[in-house]
């Protein structure tokens, strides 16, 4: 998987670093095309990130074009190159886009924008 850290957020009383890591789940390939074998045509992905305390998640699939040039069998795939496929056909925007996503869902847990106390009326029947 690759990791990476990305700058602090700007919370109260939080200052640790948030580490992203991509992922893949899963790989469907072509039993065979063009005289090459279990050949990759989607990716399923998914994204993580962590301060220790909160995280958040994505999961997406892409398709990722046919292979020119150079082809690496399927037993000699490793993440990294499978990751660069995912983000290559995404574009740089929306590699951003998911990474700002996963860190926001962890700045949400920090600074909750909506929160659901218990119902007045049950809190004070528990302290009756």
């Known amino acids: 998987m690759w990791h990476w850290l990305l700058a602090s957020l700007n ?12 992922g893949v789940a899963r790989l469907d390939c072509y039993p065979e095309a063009a005289g090459q074998t279990d050949v990759v045509f989607t990716v399923h992905w998914t994204l993580s990130a962590t301060d220790g305390t909160y ?9 990722v074009p046919a292979p ?11 993440v990294p190159e499978v990751i660069g496929w995912v983000q290559s056909a995404m574009g740089a925007e929306a ?9 926001a869902q962890i700045e949400v847990q920090i600074n909750p924008t909506v929160v ?5 009326w049950l ?4 302290a009756a």
């Open 95 to 103: 590699v951003a886009s998911y990474e700002a996503s996963v860190a």
């Open 11 to 22: 919370s109260k009383a939080h200052n640790n670093m948030i580490t992203i890591t991509w």
């Open 116 to 120: 659901t106390p218990p119902l007045p």
């Open 68 to 78: 020119t040039g150079a082809f690496t069998p399927y037993a000699a795939l490793t």
């Open 55 to 63: 995280s958040g998640y994505a999961y997406g699939s892409i398709g």
């Open 123 to 126: 809190s004070a029947a528990a």
